[in-house]
């Protein structure tokens, strides 16, 4: 395997661990601030909170990841989205710092306010729509370049199908992937007031998150049709994607093994988001840049693929500990430790 | 309106990294001082070192939170505002930036552990190993972005080719010429830093006279003997980087020092002011001194300004910034070294008033002396964002956008500013050592304190 599919490869693998986390992280605020307007913030919050608070500043990481891993292996698409992206990412950045900091302002600081919690569930939301801009220029026909200089055209951009649905299908996805996992972490704390209304959340966002990748599939069609054949040469994995996400549905429903459930939950997840990646190959930016031609050299190939593997041989078995702690440990989720 | 992109892309970058780097500081010296507390308060089995862990991690939260949030802000803006400059350089430098988010991914796992497990370990050491990986993983990310940024000063590590990077060694490109002196300078200086600001805030607690002056007392030493040690690493390391700029980067030293003109036995000037004509009015010279630190020999010739072309001469006034660094940086050795000696001799009192007031200026002090300091690196580098391949002109975004980017992030670090301040206040001012001691440890009080 050459190195600029390792490199994207590992980098796409970031994104979804980012895509998987972030949901669960900017769902659970915008819930928190859902259950404190119709007054359920009793029955949930303290799930919500025990949950989020050693792990806030992880999520952050998914991210810089990314950004950094694809500047490196690619350089161009610094140069490119960079400068195409330079206000929604401001944007983005604004938000996850409001975001970030307020969370620690306010668990650790002082005692919870109305605006917090507002701000908190509002960027929880602002946030991927801001940054699924991203995913959308990338489809190509959103910028120019002329002399040497790139911009970005924001008619053509917001009057564009495809962005919404593609700002809804995160905005509705991560609701859904949120509420999922809050039913798992609620019923592994054996907390049954909250499994009650976190599962009904799961219910409820299935079927517009089904229906939002639909359109955006649709809005794809006629955006870019290269992409689009691509994707549907690829159907056995988004019916892989469709089997998990039935499996999931049915195990909500019944209202056993929420952990079963969630895992097919990432899978869905996990085909689909894969299997739009694999269809977009060979370009990271329809048409500007191709990712061969666009690599990094080989050298810095290779040293990127060793720092990446040194750096999981630490990772992993910190992750597994946190997890043990916090995550899985019944004890803590229980509010015993 | 008319306005320069270059100029705005300059501003914008000086502002995030003025305010990134009194939190990035603060975040790779605090978890040191964490960790040594809890260490010392473990082998002497005493709680009021226990509790200095525990309220100096209380309030590193908040200042991670606003470290990351910045630092994160600071990542995208290199491609957002520079977008040709990473194009070009992310050939050669995308290793050590992507081994500093490594680093600073270990470090924010283990904190996570560390804040929510002060209770449940059985073992005595267990919770403190835990603040180990968050030393090493603020300090790595430390030494990881200084080499990013010494490659800006020292590109090495590649060749060039048509306008491009070719034969590049990333390995090489991370450990140039002038990565070694810089780490050490800025690791060093920033144990320092926090070392100052936790003696700052231990003597003012004590000039209150609030109570709890055992405790307050106790961090003072701790942090003074550090400041102490760490000024002198800082200061050597500071004299190494001014022998490496005077080999290799005479420009930066030459304009540091006002040295017009090529010159043996060379003077250092102190202070100082450059009137309408460029001459140099109201300096204190010491004779030979600029030769002396560039060279470690009174008589050795020093580079001057003029043999550098007149457009890529950095500014003159990096000066100031020069003199105030390394002033500051002489009173942080004397005060601590006066403290050391007052309390060798048991007849006088090293907390005396006098002494405390001393202190307590050393913390805001050494952080100016950072700003000081990165503002003459960064400055001193000028008109070159890689000296000698890449120009910062031909780096920046040509997005109109920029200047309302500008504003926008402005107005984030006014209300980022402010809430930490307010946060910080309500966390401790409503708290104090003294009622947090009388609760959780009552066994600590000392006999005739106020309860």
């Known amino acids: ?337 | 309106m008319e306005f320069d992109t270059v100029t705005i892309s300059r501003l914008i970058t000086a502002m995030t990294l003025t305010f990134h780097i009194i939190f990035a500081t603060l975040g790779v010296g605090v978890p040191l001082f964490i960790s040594l507390a809890e260490f010392i308060g473990i082998k002497k089995k005493d709680k009021h070192y226990e509790l200095l862990a525990k309220r100096w991690a209380r309030g590193f939260v908040i200042t991670v939170a606003i470290g990351v949030v910045t630092g994160t802000a600071i990542g995208l803006q290199l491609s957002l505002v520079w977008p040709n400059f990473m194009q070009l350089a992310g050939n050669v430098i995308a290793l050590p930036l992507f081994m500093e988010v490594f680093a600073f991914f270990f470090e924010a796992i283990f904190l996570g552990i560390y804040l929510y497990t002060w209770n449940r370990f059985k073992g005595k050491f267990t919770h403190w190993f835990i603040s180990l990986p968050i030393v090493i993983g603020a300090g790595m990310s430390a030494v990881f972005i200084t080499t990013v940024n010494s490659f800006m000063n020292s590109p090495d590590g590649f060749t060039m080719e048509n306008g491009e990077f070719a034969a590049v060694n990333p390995l090489e490109a991370m450990l140039n010429p002038s990565a070694p002196t810089r780490i050490a300078h800025v690791v060093g200086g920033s144990y320092l830093t926090v070392a100052a600001i936790l003696a700052t805030i231990a003597a003012i607690a004590l000039l209150r006279r609030k109570g709890a002056a055992e405790y307050h007392k106790k961090a003072l030493k701790l942090t003074v003997i550090s400041m102490f040690v760490f000024s002198l690493i800082t200061a050597v390391a500071g004299d190494a980087s001014a022998k490496y700029l005077a080999n290799n980067q005479p420009e930066k030293l030459a304009a540091a020092e006002w040295l017009f003109e090529t010159e043996e036995n060379a003077d250092l000037l102190l202070f100082g002011w450059l009137n309408e004509d460029n001459e140099i009015v109201g300096a204190i010279r010491i004779p030979g001194a600029l030769s002396f630190l560039a060279h470690g020999n009174f008589m050795s010739e020093v580079t001057g300004l003029e043999e550098t072309p007149e457009d890529e001469r950095p500014p003159l006034w990096i000066h100031y910034m020069f003199d105030s660094m390394v002033s500051i940086g002489m009173f942080l050795i004397g005060i601590s070294f006066l403290y050391l000696v007052l309390t060798r001799f048991k007849k006088w009192d090293e907390n005396n008033k006098f002494m405390l007031w001393l202190i307590a200026l050393t913390g805001p002090l050494a952080m100016l002396a950072v700003e000081f300091g990165w503002i003459y690196a960064e400055e001193g580098r000028q008109p070159w964002i890689l000296r000698g391949y890449m120009r910062v002109e031909e780096a920046a975004t040509s997005s109109p956008y920029i200047l309302h980017m500008f504003f926008l992030f402005l107005a984030l670090y006014i209300v980022l500013g402010t809430l930490f301040v307010i946060t910080l206040r309500k966390l401790f001012k409503d708290n104090p050592a003294e009622i947090e001691l009388e609760k959780h440890y009552p066994e600590t009080m000392e006999e005739g304190e106020e309860k």
């Not at chain 1, 306010?113 to 190509?140: C, D, H, K, R, W």
């Not at chain 1, 199908?161 to 999922?180: D, R």
């Not at chain 1, 639909?214 to 054949?229: C, K, P, S, V, Y």
């Not at chain 1, 060979?282 to 666009?294: G, N, R, T």
């Open chain 1, 1 to 337: 395997m050459s190195y600029e599919i390792i490199g994207i490869t590992v980098l796409w693998l970031f994104l979804y661990g980012y895509l998987i986390i972030a949901s669960i992280d900017f769902g659970a605020g915008f819930y928190a601030f859902y259950a404190k307007m119709t007054k359920q913030d009793h029955i949930i919050n303290q799930i919500i909170s025990r949950y989020l608070s050693p792990v806030w500043e992880v999520t952050n990481v998914f991210l810089v990841f990314f950004f950094v891993g694809i500047v490196g292996f690619f350089p161009s698409t610094a140069y490119y989205y960079g400068s195409a992206l330079l206000v929604p990412a401001s944007f983005a950045i604004v938000l996850l710092a409001i975001r970030g900091s307020f969370y620690a302002f306010e668990n650790y600081g002082s005692k919870q306010s109305n605006i917090y919690m507002f701000l908190y569930g509002a960027t929880g939301l602002l946030i991927p729509a801001s940054l699924s801009v991203a995913l959308t220029i990338s489809e190509g026909g959103f910028i120019t370049e002329e002399n040497g200089v790139v911009s970005l055209k924001y008619l053509e951009l917001f009057t564009s199908p495809l962005a919404w649905s593609i700002v809804a299908l995160a905005i509705t996805a991560l609701l859904f992937i949120s509420a999922s996992f809050l039913t798992y972490y609620a019923s592994r704390a054996n907390d049954h007031a909250a499994l009650k209304i976190v599962r009904k959340w799961a219910l409820f966002w299935a079927t517009p998150t089904i229906i939002m990748a639909l359109t955006t599939m649709i809005a794809l069609g006629q955006h870019n049709e290269r992409h689009f054949d691509n994707m549907l040469d690829l159907w056995w994995i988004f019916g892989l994607s469709m089997g998990f996400f039935l499996i999931a549905m049915g195990l909500l429903y019944i209202g056993r093994n929420y952990g079963s459930a969630f895992i097919a939950i990432m899978l869905q997840f996990f085909f689909a988001f894969f299997g739009y990646g694999v269809a977009q190959y060979p370009y990271l930016l329809d048409p500007y840049i191709h990712i061969e031609d666009s690599v990094t050299n080989e050298a810095m190939g290779i040293a990127l693929i060793v720092a990446f593997i040194g750096g999981l041989l630490l990772l992993v078995p910190s992750l597994f500990l946190l997890m043990r702690l916090f995550l899985f440990n019944a004890d803590y989720a229980k509010g015993e430790k």
